[in-house]
């Protein structure tokens, strides 16, 4: 602002929230004094949330999930077949094929894909973790479900040769996947769809 | 979702943000994953800022501007011009004006305007208020800033009238502003040409 209207931390709050997506300068400023004016409401619980994320969220140390307790809530879930991996790029594409509800498997994030442009190699990724999951065994099932993009797909051929040893069935998802479309774009019957025709590579 | 995926402080965490304007559901889980991963540069300051938020602000018991100190950054501004007030609906408006940088006064914020339809009357306004600052002398013009609609027109006369008895210069925005348009929407430039060219009531 041009002038000093009102004090520092109001305007510190302003450029924090224009820095989270979805919200620009202007809506960031919209967003806050909505919050200060449901303050009990909004606000409060809103920084007690955040707070409490801060202190207790972390990666799960198997799967690479965002959660309070590692191993994760869905590593601990005796109730998922545990011998079933879906492998993604990001959490964000685990939760979007949780949200199609179409399997009950577990997960595996690999935290991006190979990208030898910008310098991600497999070591910047947890490639070496999934083959250490996989030869511990009790694997029988390997879904790669990375994004329908060229880097994607580099790097499920990348797993895949990472994998030749092993007496394990790889799948991918079904062409109902946008060629260069992004999971966590997509609404949940197509990415139900995709699951249920997955194929063989 | 449609299975417990992660522990209740991230789906916490999703639903609080969903209510923040300009993020919807899907937007709030895309911004919290995004926080999380990002705990030390925006999770963290972000949660620390809304605490801090949360602890301080309040709204100014003169002019009703949200600050962390009373009277306000801008009611104790020796450097502006305190004979002016200008009345706006919300905080929002006054942010907006002080944005267009064309005037170096005081406001005065109603929180509203007249709506019988609504159970809105002059004493969910902050009108008595207004009278009481011009009552106590020192007031030589008041601009009144309300929205170019039909509930600020109607608050705007009746302002008027309750202070019919008082040596008060009153003007209003020029017509710059577009009719049914919110303050808070126009650009800087809009602004200022309307308050440059203000016109008497
Ligand atoms: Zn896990
Ligand atoms: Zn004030």
Redesign the interface.
């Known amino acids: 602002?041009?002038?000093?209207?009102?004090?520092p931390?109001?305007e510190?709050?302003i450029q924090?929230?224009a820095?989270?997506?979805?919200?620009g300068p202007r809506?960031?400023?919209?967003?806050?004094?909505?919050?200060?004016?449901k303050?009990e409401q909004?606000?409060?619980?809103?920084?007690?949330?955040?707070?409490?994320?801060?202190d207790?969220?972390g990666l799960c140390s198997t799967c690479g999930?965002?959660?309070?307790?590692d191993p994760?809530?869905?590593c601990s879930?005796p109730t998922r077949d545990q011998s079933v991996i879906i492998v993604v790029e990001d959490?964000?594409d685990?939760?979007a094929l949780?949200?199609a509800?179409a399997m009950?498997a577990a997960y595996h994030v690999l935290g991006g894909t190979l990208s030898p442009l910008d310098g991600v190699g497999p070591e910047d990724l947890a490639i070496s973790q999934l083959v250490d999951r996989v030869s511990a065994g009790g694997v029988r099932e390997l879904l790669i479900a990375v994004n329908a993009t060229v880097e994607g797909q580099t790097t499920a051929h990348y797993i895949i040769d990472q994998l030749g040893d092993f007496d394990v069935r790889i799948t991918r998802l079904a062409h109902g996947v946008p060629v260069g479309g992004e999971l966590?774009y997509l609404d949940e019957g197509t990415l139900a769809a995709a699951i249920r025709s997955r194929t063989s590579f």
Do not use: Q, Y
């Open positions: 602002m041009a002038k000093k209207v009102t004090g931390e109001i510190r709050l924090l929230l820095r989270v997506p979805g919200l809506s960031a400023r919209r967003a806050a004094l909505h919050m200060i004016k303050k909004l606000l409060g619980p809103l920084a007690a949330a955040m707070s409490e994320a801060n207790r969220v999930n965002a959660d309070t307790s994760c809530t869905i879930d959490v964000s685990l939760w949780e949200r509800a009950n966590d």
